[in-house]
């Protein structure tokens, strides 16, 4: 599985060095290392409603610390599991 | 014209105590390939000095750029130049290096400790001739330029420095030829040699200079142009055009800007890999493009060089600081300020909808002026600076 994580100058400002680390120590935690291949990416193309990232061919807008673990949850560890 | 540029970088350290410096330097540029740079050095110290070394070489700095002969400068400094009430003299030593064309140095000077010379990292002895010039001795020296050819004008406070207390006799001529070839790299800007050399004094001075020193390099360096791209063009069908103009421009590349480097890749036909480390979490990932020299972020990461060109305008960072950094906007910093000597901007006007947010503190306005601002502090840097908007 590919995730990727926007680093376009709006989704910056709102926090994808944040959620990189968060993605980085979920993946550790639940050991998803082998599965999981997290990567950065330019403007996905939806700044004002960052940050946004992708998994595989799913774009997932307006992630924040806050909503971080229920997106995790839904579309990294559900879709690894299934 | 040749492919050779001048590069100049001047520093001083007032005498202790002293809010004035008793050295000038002044730089008359002629043209963009010639250009007469004077280092002063007034009697005594503080403003007295301070007043005759900068009229010393506004002076002389004018005339010569002027092609008055220095028989003529030395006669109207003599003329000019008040009398110092306590020493019954008037008097401020003089160094003069005129650069022609960029291909011919011509040195001139006055007992100032005289200038070092290096040439493919050694020292390099220049043939001297000296004349009498109403009762003052005078050297002149003229000779070809080379690639990588350093000249370091001083003020005798750098020959003094460590007297009586980290050396004897203080630092000689000798002393300072081996201390700049043992350091010495090729890469070194100007701006960098005049720096180390005057740290250098002011640590044996104790950080408490007993005199005003200051230390002027000029290096001639091979041009090496750089081209940066930002933003994609206000109307689309110029993309093309902007696109062949950057990439047909010789020298190292950079391109700013996520859509900027996207539409890249598609000229290019290689893909935009960003890089997921963050190494400084107020600037975004860099990426990398086949063909490309350095692929960033736009806005946020440009700030950022416009604050680093700042900081090194006024001293507080230095080329090292930056060098060891590899956030993108210190990676633009150390391109454009250390290497590049000849930089072209190319900015697109387009208006990037996704910005039109209000809870976005970007806007493109802020864009355009970023630019303006960077581009005056890399002129200031001595860099040849071109803009083309599209």
Redesign the interface.
């Known amino acids: 599985m590919n995730v990727y994580?926007c680093?376009?100058?709006?989704c910056?400002?709102r926090g994808?060095?944040k959620i990189?680390e968060l993605m980085k120590e979920n993946i550790e935690k639940n050991h998803l290392e082998d599965k999981v291949n997290?990567?950065?990416?330019?403007?996905l193309?939806?700044?004002?409603t960052g940050v946004t990232i992708k998994v595989d061919e799913e774009v997932v807008c307006g992630v924040s610390p806050e909503n971080f673990s229920e997106i995790f949850n839904k579309y990294v560890m559900g879709k690894v599991q299934a | 014209m040749n492919n050779l540029c001048t590069d100049i970088g001047f520093k001083s350290v007032n005498k202790k105590g002293e809010q004035l410096c008793g050295d000038h330097i002044e730089i008359v540029d002629q043209n963009e390939n010639s250009l007469v740079l004077v280092l002063a050095d007034g009697l005594g110290s503080g403003v007295k000095a301070c007043i005759l070394s900068t009229l010393t070489s506004k002076i002389i700095s004018t005339m010569i750029a002027n092609n008055l002969s220095v028989e003529e400068c030395v006669s109207t400094i003599a003329a000019t130049l008040p009398v110092c009430e306590k020493r019954g003299v008037a008097y401020s030593t003089f160094t003069i290096i005129r650069i022609t064309n960029n291909s011919e140095a011509e040195i001139i000077q006055y007992d100032n400790p005289h200038v070092i010379m290096l040439r493919g990292g050694e020292n390099f002895e220049y043939p001297r001739t000296s004349m009498e010039i109403g009762g003052k001795t005078i050297y002149k020296s003229k000779l070809q330029l080379e690639k990588n050819d350093v000249f370091i004008a001083m003020s005798d406070g750098a020959i003094y420095a460590g007297v009586g207390k980290a050396l004897n006799f203080g630092w000689q001529r000798d002393s300072i030829i081996d201390f700049m070839v043992g350091n010495y790299d090729k890469k070194m800007s100007a701006k960098g040699i005049s720096q180390l050399l005057l740290d250098e004094c002011n640590d044996l001075y104790g950080g408490e200079p007993g005199d005003d020193t200051t230390v002027a390099a000029v290096k001639i360096r091979q041009r090496i142009p750089v081209s940066l791209m930002i933003g994609p063009p206000s109307n689309p069908g110029d993309l093309k055009k902007m696109q062949t103009l950057f990439f047909a421009k010789e020298g190292k590349h950079i391109v700013c800007g996520g859509t900027t480097s996207k539409l890249a890749s598609e000229y290019l036909g290689k893909p935009v890999v960003p890089c997921l480390d963050y190494f400084d979490p107020e600037i975004p990932p860099i990426a990398k493009i086949e063909g490309i020299d350095l692929v960033t972020e736009g806005v946020v990461t440009m700030t950022k060089v416009l604050e680093y060109a700042d900081s090194y305008l006024n001293g507080s960072i230095s080329i090292s600081d930056l060098s060891m950094k590899k956030d993108g906007a210190s990676k633009i910093a150390h391109m454009l300020f250390e290497e590049a000597t000849d930089i072209s901007f190319y900015v697109g006007r387009a208006v990037n909808p996704a910005h039109q947010n209000p809870a976005l503190p970007i806007n493109f306005n802020v864009k355009m002026q970023l630019i303006d601002e960077v581009s005056k502090k890399l002129k200031a840097m001595g860099k040849n600076i071109s803009v083309s908007y599209f």
């Open positions: 994580v680093v376009g100058s709006s910056h400002l994808s060095y990189i997290l990567a950065a990416a330019f403007c193309g939806k700044c004002t």
